[in-house]
C-alpha cells in the first residue's frame, strides 16, 4: 500500500507539538492510532512504526514528547498530566483529518509511552482500543502532586487492552503486571496479556540489538495488528 509520510507540529493550548505522521493513500476513511514513544523520543524506529502502520492501512501519528518538556522530567512522573493532555490533542488532531474515521482511534504506547497509554485509556474516552508494549504501570515518582497509578483508574478502562510484557524487566516487573491484571479483572474490562519468556524490556526496538529479540518482536506485532483489525475496523 502506498503511503505519505511528513513531519509536522499540532497544537496543545500554547504549546506546538512536534510529531511524526503516515497514512495511506486511500479513498476511503482510515482509523486512526497514535504511537507513543519510549523515552528516547521521536526517533526513526518510532517513525518507522507510523509507517508500518500505515502500510496496513491506518493513519498513524507519534508526538515528540520532549516538544514542551524536557524527558527526564516527564519520564520522573513531574508532568504526566500535561503529557496526558498533549496526546489527547494529538487524538483530536488525528480527529479532524479528513481521511480518518473519528470514532475509532487507538493508542499503541512503548515503554513510557505505554504508560501514558494506560493512562489516556483511562482518561481519554475517545480511545477505542490499547497496545502496550512493556510500559509501566506507575509514575516514576509518587508524590502528592503526582499520585498517578494506572491500576487504581483501571475502572474507567475504555476499550480493550493489549498487553505485551517482556519477562525480564524491572520497569514493569511482573508483579506490576499482576496489579494490573488483578485491577482489569475486578472491573471486568477486557484484556489480553502476553509475557515473552527470555525477552527484555525493550524486545521490539530493532534500533536496539542489545535489547531487540525478533522472534518476541514479530510475534507481538502480529498480535498487534490482529488486535487493531479486531478493534478498530
Known amino acids: 500500500?502506498?503511503?505519505?509520510?511528513?513531519?509536522?507540529?499540532?497544537?496543545?493550548?500554547?504549546?506546538?507539538?512536534?510529531?511524526?505522521?503516515?497514512?495511506?493513500?486511500?479513498?476511503?476513511?482510515?482509523?486512526?492510532?497514535?504511537?507513543l514513544s519510549e523515552r528516547y523520543g521521536l526517533v526513526e524506529y518510532v517513525k518507522d512504526v507510523c509507517r508500518r502502520l500505515a502500510r496496513e492501512g491506518y493513519a498513524a501519528i507519534a508526538p515528540e514528547m520532549r516538544s514542551r518538556r524536557d524527558v527526564d522530567e516527564l519520564v520522573h512522573g513531574s508532568y504526566d498530566m500535561i503529557a496526558v493532555k498533549d496526546c489527547a490533542h494529538a487524538i483530536k488532531y488525528l480527529q479532524s483529518l479528513d481521511f480518518v474515521q473519528p470514532q475509532r482511534i487507538g493508542v499503541v504506547g512503548f515503554c513510557w509511552g505505554g504508560y501514558m497509554a494506560g493512562l489516556l485509556?483511562?482518561?481519554?474516552p475517545a480511545v477505542?482500543?490499547?497496545?502496550?508494549?512493556?510500559?509501566?504501570?506507575?509514575?516514576?515518582?509518587?508524590?502528592v502532586k503526582n499520585p498517578l497509578s494506572v491500576p487504581e483508574l483501571a475502572e474507567h478502562w475504555n476499550?480493550?487492552?493489549?498487553?505485551?510484557?517482556?519477562?525480564?524487566?524491572?520497569?514493569?516487573?511482573?508483579?506490576?503486571?499482576?496489579?494490573?491484571?488483578?485491577?482489569?479483572?475486578?472491573?471486568?474490562?477486557s484484556f489480553e496479556f502476553k509475557i515473552y519468556p527470555g525477552a527484555k524490556h525493550g524486545f521490539h526496538n530493532d534500533s536496539m540489538p542489545e535489547r531487540y529479540n525478533a522472534e518476541a518482536a514479530e510475534d507481538g506485532w502480529r498480535r498487534t495488528l490482529d488486535f487493531l483489525k479486531t478493534s478498530l475496523r
Open 1 to 35: 500500500m502506498d503511503i505519505v509520510s511528513l513531519p509536522l507540529a499540532y497544537k496543545s493550548d500554547d504549546a506546538a507539538i512536534e510529531s511524526y505522521l503516515s497514512f495511506p493513500k486511500t479513498e476511503s476513511r482510515c482509523p486512526g492510532v497514535l504511537v
Open 121 to 124: 485509556a483511562c482518561l481519554d
Open 128 to 143: 477505542r482500543a490499547t497496545v502496550i508494549f512493556y510500559g509501566t504501570t506507575h509514575a516514576g515518582e509518587r508524590s
Open 159 to 189: 476499550g480493550p487492552l493489549l498487553g505485551l510484557y517482556a519477562e525480564i524487566d524491572r520497569h514493569p516487573t511482573l508483579e506490576d503486571v499482576k496489579e494490573l491484571e488483578a485491577a482489569l479483572k475486578k472491573h471486568r474490562k
